[in-house]
C-alpha cells in the first residue's frame, strides 16, 4: 500500500494524476510456465522503496488498520484453502519488513524473501525466531517453493516491472495443487503521490490483473476488489494528496496511525469482507465486489 517512482523517469505520471500507462497492455506475452522452468529472474523487481518507507512499514505494519485488515482477510481465505498444521508450507514472496510472515507463522511453517536488504534486514531484528531470505524470487528460493503449499504476493506485483513475468516465473516454479493468493492496488482513478512515494508502477482494473494469469496452467478459484466499504473516504482523501501535490502521511505515503478506536473501527469494516470474500471462494455468491481500494485473487497451480 505505498509506492514510489524514480524521478528520471520522465512521463511516468502524467499532469492530470492519473497513473501511467499499464505495462501489462505494452509488454509482450510472458513465456507459458513448465514445470521445473523458472524462466527470467532479472530485471522483475523495481526497487525504488527507500529506508524510510520501510521504516513505517515496520512501525506501522503490526497495529495499522490497513494492515491488520488485510492480514486478517488473508487468514480467513487461508484457513479455507489450507487448514492450520506446521507440515503446511507458505512462501511470503515480497515479505518487506516481515509482519506478515511472522503472523503467519503461528499456524504453518512460514518462509520470506524479499530483494531489498534494509527490508530483510528489518525482519531478522525484528523476528528472529523466522526465516528471511534477501533474494529474488523464484530464483533464489525454488527449493521451497518446489514444496509450497501456498505463495503468497501481498501488494508487490505493483512494485514489478515485469509482472506477467513474474507470475509465469512463480507459477513455473510451484508443485500443482498449491495455492498462489494475490493482493494489488487497484482503480487507476486513486493513482496519487501515495503511489508516486511508494514506487508502483501500476493500479489494476479487474481486467488487467486477470492479463496477468491468462494462458498459465492455473484454475481461478476466486476474483474480486476488496477494500470496497471504505473506498469512497480513500478516494477523497487520494483526490486531496493530488490536489496538495504531496501524500498525507508518513514517509511519502497516506499512511499515518489513526486514534486508537477509530483505528480499531476501520480494521473491523475493511477484515470484515472477508466474509464475503470466503463465501465468494466457497461458491455460496457467484459476483466478488465490483469496486475497491485492492484486488485479491486466489490461483491454484494445475
Not at 521504516?55 to 481465505?77: D, N, P, S, Y
Not at 495443487?177 to 512515494?197: E, N, Q, R, V
Not at 490483473?209 to 481461478?220: A, H, I, K, M, N
Request: proline share 7%.
Amino acid at each position: 500500500m505505498g509506492e514510489d517512482e524514480d524521478e528520471s523517469e520522465e512521463g511516468r505520471e502524467e499532469e492530470d494524476g492519473q497513473q501511467p500507462p499499464l505495462l501489462a497492455d505494452v509488454e509482450k506475452e510472458p513465456e507459458v510456465a513448465e514445470e521445473g522452468k523458472l524462466g527470467h529472474t532479472h530485471g522483475l523487481y523495481h526497487l525504488p522503496m527507500q529506508l524510510p518507507q520501510f521504516q513505517v512499514h515496520a512501525a506501522l505494519e503490526e497495529t495499522h488498520w490497513w494492515f491488520t485488515g488485510r492480514r486478517e482477510i488473508v487468514r480467513t481465505l487461508l484457513h479455507r484453502l489450507l487448514p492450520p498444521s506446521p507440515e503446511r508450507r507458505i512462501v511470503d514472496v515480497g515479505c518487506g519488513t516481515g509482519g506478515n510472515t511472522v503472523a503467519f507463522k503461528q499456524e504453518y511453517t512460514c518462509i520470506g524473501i524479499d530483494p531489498d536488504i534494509d527490508a530483510i534486514t528489518f525482519a531478522r531484528e525484528r523476528f528472529p525466531q523466522c526465516r528471511f531470505i534477501q533474494g529474488v524470487a523464484p530464483r533464489d528460493i525454488a527449493t521451497d517453493l518446489k514444496v509450497a503449499d501456498a505463495v503468497l504476493l501481498l501488494d508487490v506485483l505493483e512494485h514489478a516491472e515485469e509482472d506477467r513475468q513474474l507470475i509465469c516465473d512463480l507459477l513455473s516454479a510451484m508443485k500443482p495443487g498449491a495455492f498462489l493468493l494475490i493482493m494489488a492496488p487497484a482503480d487507476p482513478k486513486l493513482w496519487s503521490p501515495h503511489d508516486k512515494g511508494f514506487g508502483h508502477f501500476r493500479r489494476y482494473t479487474l481486467e488487467s490483473f486477470r492479463l496477468l494469469w491468462s494462458g498459465q496452467p492455473v484454475r481461478e478459484l476466486l476474483l474480486s476488489f476488496c477494500n470496497v466499504r471504505l473506498y469512497w473516504p480513500i478516494r477523497f482523501l487520494r483526490l486531496l494528496a493530488r490536489a496538495r501535490g504531496k501524500p498525507l502521511g508518513q514517509g511519502d505515503s497516506d499512511l499515518a496511525l489513526p486514534p486508537r478506536f477509530v483505528n480499531h473501527l476501520l480494521h473491523c469494516i475493511f477484515a470484515g469482507e472477508g466474509q464475503r470474500l470466503m463465501a465468494l471462494l466457497d461458491g455460496r455468491v457467484l459476483r466478488g465486489y465490483q469496486r475497491g481500494v485492492s484486488a485479491v485473487v486466489v490461483l491454484q497451480r494445475v
